[in-house]
């Protein structure tokens, strides 16, 4: 009851201690003065005495005299206010002075005759300014009068004690869940001598192994199964791979077709590693393509790039008459370039000679080939080679394809400072593929598999990017993919949707550049 009487009391100063410009009636009463007719209305005695013309501090019981006072709020208002202890007791969060509401009080206390504010505010626990602030009509400088009625407010542990603050919300933090996973692809168990495609296979999901080892460490949890391809339709009735929260694989194009109605139904994350047929994302938003072909957009980013990357060369398309396999994409990038307005030449390689003729002597030159096979690239290297065409800028543009000899022709690599764009690419000599190769070798007892891409890089770079951010985002994944990125060995990741109605899939896109002091640079679009 006690609290009870105290919050409807501060209640009830409240209501009186909103200045307004409006003004009511008051008749004094035997003993009130001005100032105690102050403290009651929450306004100052100068305002009342503005309110009344001529009159003087000295009133008498029966005066009828003007209060200027606040609008009124709802009790409702108060009553919420009052709920909010220190803030509304005190209610010092006005910005203006003249809106600035008095502190209630505890008690008033008559001045005695030659005591002062500090000795006043001493005894009572206070500082002088808490005085002051609850006397708006006195300053440092006044002297007190024997007699003067002054308001000794609450301290603010008072008010605290009266008011606890409402204890703090309990935040509830979810913990992450382990993120469960099921590695499908066609290892060959059941295979005593294992063929290539089998070797890559076991490649990759040793791959995804490291990944997960190396996450542990970070302290995301996960649990991980693999089953072998081959037992797929056995695979799907165990009861355990109704509840894992991703499935990784398959290669064949028919269990790929059985595994997107099978994590559909059963609310699962698809992630298919190695297929690139645009359809397989089609109708349906659980499925992650990593191995995507480029379509028009995603040629049409490449070359915006290319000629971000080189806003004034000058290309030079070089026609290997009998290794056309890139004619399409050369065709496309011509086409291209007619709509940039940007200058293009042919040459053919039986007429090499003549390319003096058409090239830049003082821009850049940026030859480009027919096709995209080692052959070709060597045939055409050692003729520019005879012609010697140091005094000309010049660089090559090729082809993902590339990749598969470039140690092999490094020195030439580096001379004609060639250039493509892919979907996957490794920096033999970066830190990371070093350790991740010594890891491999010590983990395994052996190196990867030769061959482009590197399985175990793909296995890898896919369980760190699905497992971690599946861990970290939990349901919130899928909706904020765009913004999720982790740092690759080989295989950028940066998921986009096909279509409204479709699944995932990877458009991240690398140009890789070989530099004349032998480093090599790798930008991602």
Known sequence: MKRISYIFLVITMLMFSM??????????????????LSRTYGVTVKQ???ANPGMTENIMAGQIIQIPVTKSVSLNQLTQSATRPLEAAVNISSKSEQSKPTVPCKTTYKVKKKETLYGIAHDNGISVQALIEANPTLTNDDKLKKGTELCIPYTKEELLALYPPAPAPVIEIKKPEPVSLAVIMPYGLDHEKKNKDMITMIDFYEGVMLAISDLKKEGVSAKIYAYDEADIDSVLRLPQIKNVKLIIGPKNVNNITKLISFTEQN???LVVPLSSNSAIVNNTRNVYQVNTKL??????????????MHPNAKFVFVNIEDQMDKLENTTRLKNFLNGQNKLFANVDLKNIGTIREVLSEEGENIIVLSSGTKTAYTRVVKRLNELDLSSYNIQMCGYADWQAFADKEAESFRKYRCIYFTTFYNNPNSTASITFNQKFRHSFKRDQYNTYPRYGMLGYDIANYFVRHMFEQGDNFASNIDNLKTPALQNPMHFVHKNSWSGFVNNALMFVQYNADGTISVRQY
């Open 19 to 36: 200045a307004t410009k409006a003004q009511q009636r008051h008749e004094v009463k035997s003993g009130e003065t001005l100032y105690s």
């Open 48 to 50: 009342i005495i503005a």
């Open 295 to 308: 379509d028009t957009n995603g040629y049409l980013r490449a070359y915006e790039s290319l000629i971000e």
């Open 267 to 269: 609310n699962i994350s």
